[in-house]
């Protein structure tokens, strides 16, 4: 019989106070004899370490305030957002697609290059496919953050985030490459020195254009440096990002002006055509979705909710909501409509299932933004970008499932508690928090954990205490087949590393291991 517990079997870990709930029903289907209640739960001896009891025999339908929506059963089949299936591109697929663009632009360079010894010819080579290669990765770097839901769905909105970082170095690097072999090749040619070769190929006016939009590109590499990017307001950031916009606009003429695509009619055609499709991604999907979208569902705060210290539940309503397909454990970009929040989309995830026209956020204050959304009132209008996101049922690959949750990542495996299906024992959540009052949305978790016969588990107490929870021994304790499972986690980037690291020692698959960091969404 699964169990939910409210305590860690360590004397530093304190027990939660039992929830009362009123008593179900058994369904006629699967009649059982009555099973008496678990004694209430005695406090340790100081030093002992006594095990976890369960508190929850049989199922028991949740009160009404502790359950905001209807909850799954545990045989129920989770529906579909729509009837039509949801497109993904799968990661593998993303990279072969890059890859082969890459390799038709060194195909490109290959049919002009003219083989010689001369060490102008050489330098001259090595510029033009250091250019060709870091026009093309700037495409790439564009097309990476143009929220094409395929691509957002099957490769997941942080692992974009992070190949865009990567990818820019590289492409910075590329184009460093290319300006210096540029700089050497026309130096060696003119037989001038390097200062005198810079001044003279600045005096071209696509040149001075390409300098211009290098400046930008740095620019935006210095200020998504982790050290500088957390100095600097999320304003002003993103306004030094657009600038990659104009920045590969100039590039684009410079290479329009360059002997390699001004060379032929049809390289010219085809590469303004990739230039022309990457655009119209951009605007189709950041500027026009999102405003249509907001017409269309014309999305409004609903209420506010106090779930705990610091904590709040933005409940928003909308016209048909179910068309936005949008899934347990994805999240969206909201932009809110009042005085302080209207300029910066906030990435929130849905803390449960879409239903009744309405969306649910659960947001804890960490910052001049968040706290800004406890102060929201009824009416409010929203503008929400997406569903973005991969972490979600279609990355389950066995019938086990653990999800794992620190403090506020809770919200999107709470909506995957509810909805991912299941029999009694097939899904278990441990949540991990440093003490009760850090526990949010308790008394859902414990409702959804009785009607479906799950594990739940509270890992309560100091991340620097001399116990780890996440220990990979203290895991299996929990989870004895734990390497059976799939696994989802989310939580704080350091507990998210410790956590990863710990599954792997214990035997799970880096593939079975499904998480999202929202500091790269």
Not at 74 to 87: F, H, I, K, Y
Not at 237 to 265: E, K, N, S, T, Y
Not at 312 to 340: C, K, T, Y
Not at 358 to 363: K, P, W
């Amino acid at each position: 019989m699964p169990d939910v517990t409210t305590e860690a079997s360590h004397p530093l870990y304190v027990p939660l106070a039992p929830l009362t709930a009123p008593r179900a029903e058994e369904p006629r289907r699967r009649r059982r004899p009555p099973v008496p209640p678990a004694r209430p739960a005695e406090p340790p001896a100081a030093g002992s370490v006594r095990p976890a009891e369960p508190v929850a025999t049989r199922p028991a339908r949740p009160t009404r305030s502790a359950r905001p929506a209807r909850s799954v059963r545990p045989t129920d089949p989770v529906a579909a957002p729509s009837a039509a299936p949801v497109l993904r591109l799968a990661p593998g697929r993303l990279r072969a697609g890059v890859a082969a663009g890459a390799g038709a632009v060194g195909l490109l360079w290959g049919l002009q290059a003219r083989p010689s010894a001369r060490l102008d010819v050489l330098f001259a080579s090595g510029a033009h496919l250091t250019g060709l290669l870091a026009g093309y990765g700037v495409l790439v770097l564009l097309l990476l953050m143009a929220r094409i839901p395929a691509v957002e769905h099957g490769v997941g909105a942080d692992r974009l985030a992070r190949r865009h970082s990567l990818g820019g170095r590289y492409v910075l690097g590329l184009i460093a490459a290319h300006a210096v072999l540029a700089l050497c090749g026309h130096a060696v040619h003119t037989h001038a020195d390097l200062v005198t070769a810079a001044g003279d190929l600045l005096s071209y006016g696509a040149i001075a254009a390409a300098t211009a939009g290098t400046a930008l590109l740095v620019a935006v590499g210095i200020t998504s440096a982790r050290s500088v990017r957390r100095r600097l307001r999320h304003e002003t950031w993103r306004a030094v990002h657009l600038g990659a916009l104009l920045a590969a606009a100039l590039g684009f003429v410079h290479q329009l002006a360059g002997p390699d695509i001004a060379g032929g009619l049809l390289t010219r055609w085809l590469w303004s055509l990739a230039h022309a499709v990457v655009a119209v991604l951009l605007v189709w999907y950041r500027i026009v979705v999102p405003v249509r979208a907001a017409l269309r569902h014309d999305l409004r705060v609903a209420e506010v909710r106090d779930e705990g210290p610091g904590v709040v539940s933005v409940l928003i309503r909308g016209r048909g909501v179910d068309r936005l397909r949008a899934e347990p454990g994805q999240f969206f970009r909201w932009r809110f409509l009042r005085r302080g929040l209207w300029a910066t989309a906030l990435p929130f995830s849905l803390s449960a299932p879409v239903r009744d026209d309405t969306l649910r956020i659960t947001v804890k204050a960490l910052g001049d933004h968040t706290r800004r959304v406890r102060r929201l009132r009824p009416g409010t209008r929203v503008l929400a970008t997406g569903p973005f996101g991969a972490l979600t049922a279609h990355r389950r690959t066995r019938r086990k499932v653990l999800l794992l949750a620190g403090g506020v990542g809770i919200t999107p495996l709470r909506a995957l508690f509810e909805t991912l299906p299941g029999g009694p024992g097939d899904v278990t959540l441990l949540y991990r928090a440093s003490d009760s009052s850090s526990v949010v949305l308790r008394e859902e978790l414990e409702a959804i954990a009785r009607e479906r016969r799950a594990d739940l588990h509270f890992l309560l107490g100091p991340s620097d205490g001399s116990f780890d929870p996440l220990a990979p021994r203290a895991l299996r304790n929990l989870v004895p087949d734990l390497a059976a499972h799939d696994v989802y986690l989310c939580g704080p980037p350091a507990m998210a590393r410790a956590a990863t690291a710990s599954l792997r020692r214990a035997g799970v698959p880096a593939s079975r291991i499904h998480s999202e960091d929202f500091d790269h969404a």
